[in-house]
């Protein structure tokens, strides 16, 4: 099946999300325009790392700022999906994805497994509870977000659990665009599967941002891949292609867990 994706690199305004909202709803529109069945946006893409204020943006996910992306995904009948800060609790924050689909109804979410200590994460959010893997018209796909990247026992997981496709909202930052590419590529290659992965662009407080928004696909190479300006980005993949790359190389019938 074939599939048809944009990736909404940002230039994230810090603490303004009606500006970021902004920006939002006129990519969509285009990627609706392009024919696009899903658009991706960067991690935190509606406050950027204004942590501290977290308690003033963050709602349920059924709320707020989520309730107002899953009506623009019903409008434009086009799936979303990015991060923002979702209450989890009493004076619990989460750093959350949730996949709205064409209907703006929401097929999963996830909240941020690893918390990443050099943006001080771990001061002012909580870690999500547990991996999600979503169930669309098109394929099975695993929620991640921008840190988790480095932990490939998840990506593996969600391969195992019959995901053909991840998902990666960011916010990753100079002088780590070496590291991006290759781990982009190293989950994509060791699993089998595609990578989706949109990543902010700008500065924001003495932190520089890339972008370099891609998708890679399950033999490793870039479907597409944008630069560092803001920017929308679309690619068409085929679902299909992870089944015949796992053929190809039958990695996870090879696979040895009783000798680790």
């Not at 060791?190 to 696909?217: L, P, Y």
Request: glycine share 8%; with cysteine.
């Amino acid at each position: 099946m074939k599939l048809t994706i944009s990736l909404g690199q940002m230039d994230v305004k810090l603490g303004d999300p009606a500006a970021n909202w902004e920006t939002v709803q006129t990519m969509t529109a285009e990627a609706k325009r392009r024919g696009s069945d899903l658009v991706v946006f960067p991690e935190l893409w509606s406050t950027g790392y204004d942590l501290e204020n977290a308690a003033a943006y963050a709602t349920a996910t059924d709320a707020g700022l989520f309730a107002q992306v899953a009506a623009l995904a019903q409008t434009h009948q086009i799936a979303i999906l990015g991060s923002c800060l979702s209450l989890l609790g009493e004076g619990q924050f989460g750093n959350t994805a949730v996949y709205f689909d064409g209907n703006g109804r929401s097929l999963g979410e996830y909240s941020k497994l690893h918390l990443f200590r050099l943006m001080q994460e771990e001061q002012f959010l909580t870690a999500g509870p547990q991996p999600t893997l979503i169930e669309a018209a098109w394929g099975k796909a695993g929620l991640t977000i921008c840190y988790d990247l480095r932990f490939p026992e998840l990506f593996r997981r969600y391969a195992l659990a019959g995901a053909q496709l991840v998902f990666v909202p960011a916010e990753w930052p100079h002088p780590r665009l070496a590291h991006w590419r290759t781990l982009l590529r190293a989950r994509a290659i060791e699993n089998q599967m595609f990578m989706v992965a949109c990543n902010r662009v700008g500065h924001s407080k003495n932190t520089d941002f890339f972008g370099h928004s891609c998708i890679v696909d399950p033999w490793g190479e870039m479907v597409i891949e944008l630069g560092e300006g803001e920017m929308l980005g679309t690619a068409v993949i085929d679902i299909a292609q992870v089944d015949e790359v796992r053929a190809k190389i039958p990695v996870f019938e090879d696979r040895r867990p009783d000798a680790y």
